[in-house]
T-cell receptor
Framework: DQQVKQNSPSLSVQEGRISILNCDYTNSMFDYFLWYKKYPAEGPTFLISISSIKDKNEDGRFTVFLNKSAKHLSLHIVPSQPGDSAVYFCAATPNAGKSTFGDGTTLTVKP | KAGVTQTPRYLIKTRGQQVTLSCSPISGHRSVSWYQQTPGQGLQFLFEYFSETQRNKGNFPGRFSGRQFSNSRSEMNVSTLELGDSALYLC????????????????FGPGTRLTVT
């Protein structure tokens, strides 16, 4: 049973537009959520996180939204840039527990 | 600060052999986690170490083992290699462990690409 799901394997967006990446989870014990970005031949890089006590966290062009009742989080990138093209992983962590990662969404931002 | 380093970066082994991968965390980070990534798959959690103790373990067979040293460096070992063990093995470090007051953000190394033939 996959506890963290990223249902869209890929997403293509025009430069300057908004990119919305989605993530669903099933375990109500998760209380901290993170997004990572991964370029080819590199390890994932931490991007942004959100605690379950919040419903929004913003950092520059990146905003993460959390809907606990729907067990859903999303990452918004505005405006999207070609350098944002990468694989994006969402991860969920219970208190003092291990992080569970989704399978990733490949974002392509076209110039 | 230097990032997480992993050695070797690439490795080719044959079935039945064993392999040891090494990870040096960011200075000051006491938690080290290991993940396996196969094509089209997310990051599958192997195990997490904190202060030389295994804190969490994923659903991998006993052929996969690890340890952490007093300087927080970590190694993982895979014995009796199988073709399906071919993957990118990622190490990640973080400041703390859950309720110990650390943060959950992990910092990943570049990975070790293991190919089993």
């Amino acid at each position: 049973d996959q506890q963290v799901k990223q249902n869209s394997p890929s997403l293509s967006v025009q430069e300057g537009r908004i990119s919305i990446l989605n993530c669903d989870y099933t375990n109500s014990m998760f209380d901290y959520f993170l997004w990572y970005k991964k370029y080819p031949a590199e390890g994932p890089t931490f991007l942004i996180s959100i605690s379950s006590i919040k419903d929004k966290n913003e950092d520059g062009r990146f905003t993460v939204f959390l809907n606990k009742s729907a067990k859903h989080l999303s990452l918004h990138i505005v405006p999207s840039q070609p350098g944002d093209s990468a694989v994006y992983f969402c991860a969920a962590t219970p208190n003092a527990g291990k992080s569970t990662f989704g399978d990733g969404t490949t974002l392509t931002v076209k110039p | 600060k230097a990032g997480v380093t992993q050695t070797p970066r690439y490795l080719i082994k044959t079935r039945g052999q064993q392999v040891t991968l090494s990870c040096s965390p960011i200075s000051g980070h006491r938690s080290v986690s290991w993940y396996q990534q196969t094509p089209g798959q997310g990051l599958q959690f192997l195990f997490e170490y904190f202060s030389e103790t295994q804190r969490n373990k994923g659903n991998f067979p006993g052929r996969f083992s690890g340890r952490q040293f007093s300087n927080s460096r970590s190694e993982m070992n895979v014995s009796t290699l199988e073709l399906g063990d071919s993957a990118l093995y990622l190490c990640a470090s973080s400041l703390g462990f859950g309720a110990s007051g650390g943060t959950y953000e992990q910092y990943f190394g570049p990975g070790t690409r293991l190919t089993v033939t």
